[in-house]
């Protein structure tokens, strides 16, 4: 049967893109003509904060003695979980090097980028664990030096917990500044901070779009819209357990789509009926978050078998996909467009955002069809190199010749043809591209 739609999105997560790109167009000229001033005016405005904009040692260690000693254990464990996993991804990138030709040897290096901004949210809630995948990922890929910046609050600064985990997982410098104001003083060196080469983390659509323009001039690790997860249940899923991690992921923000596919109609029944009692006993910003998100964008989607439920989250390419269904390494073969995989009932999303140590900075709006998440090697730049000796550049040089001739690039062939003539002097060649 083709697929059915039992519940269909009625919206899709667009913000009015050209309001917020005018504006944030405007912000950033504003920063980059004014400097620290100006940026200090913004935060003025949206923060509604006119303190430190760069944390001292004491105000670190200030904020450090007010995180309860059981969050400060909860932090160190997602910390070394992260960074145990950021290590293994970084031992997969090797420095390597092969004879081409005999004499002529190319190779390949792994080079880490000097400075690294790291953008974490601390507005609606505070993103502890984004201060975790971030920083971490950036100290353990080498990178010289790492500024956090998260959004202060009126009269208190940045949230302790965000502070604490800045600070234990490698920041140099802990910024005080949110939104495009931040990004910009980032990017542009403000503050004394060296220029950021990359921008990584999650924000509002604000931030996002502050990324997506200064793209090009600084490195990011992606271009994000709204979070969305997509759930692959069969009928023996427990009905309570997927929409309980649905409402988890909806509580997100009111545009971020959850979708449930299934081969099941009595499952999908089930969980359409829970949703909206679960939603209702969440706390009123969770709750108005999710209800809106369900009510909008979620979908449920009924399909003939596993292929066909396979190749529909294909096409959604889920920035989180959960599979909840038998033969778990049948879906781990078969399934190839995602952002991070959930297998099993025994995990869920909100461990993979949280502890596990696998990034929670992931592709979204289908972005899995092309890109992978936030890790260690965004933070790296895979360059190569060689090296010849002067006999065995005579046959690169002769094929670079004549190449660069059929192209019609003379000049590139006369590169070729003056270490000829140096290194084999009265030896005749034919360079021409005819023949």
Known sequence: MAREYLKKAALTPKSDASSVHDTVVSILNDIEEGGDAKAMEYAAKFDQYEGNVLLTDEEIQ????????????????????????????????????????????????AIPVDAAGCYVPGGRYSHIASAIMTVTTAKVAGCKHITACSPPRPEVGVAPAIVYAAHICGADKIMA??????????TFGLFGLPKANILVGPG???????????????????????????????????????????VSQAEHGYNSPVWLVTDDRALAQEVMTLVPQLIDDLPELNRDNAAAAWRDYAEVILCADREEMAATSDEYAPEHLTVQAEDLDWWLEHLTCYGSLFLGEETTVSYGDKATGTNHVLPTSRAANYTGGLSVHKYMKIVTWQRATREASKDVAIATA????????????????????????????DLTAEG
């Open 62 to 109: 200030a904020a450090i003695a007010l995180v309860p000693e059981k969050l400060k254990q909860d932090i160190q464990f997602a910390h070394d979980n992260v960074r145990r996993f950021a290590e293994l991804q970084k031992s997969t990138v090797a420095n390597v090097e092969m004879e081409i030709q005999p004499g002529f040897v190319a190779g390949q290096k």
């Open 177 to 186: 500044m949110g939104g495009v104001q931040g990004v910009a003083s980032m």
């Open 204 to 246: 509002n659509q604000f931030v996002a779009e502050a990324k997506r323009i200064l793209f090009g001039r600084v490195g990011i690790d992606m271009i994000a819209g709204p979070t969305d997860s997509l759930i692959l249940a069969d009928s023996g899923a427990d009905a309570h357990i997927v929409a309980t991690d649905l």
């Open 402 to 429: 004549r190449i660069s001739r059929l192209e019609g690039m003379e000049g590139h062939a006369r590169a070729a043809d003056v270490r000829l003539a140096k290194y084999f002097p009265g030896q005749n060649f």
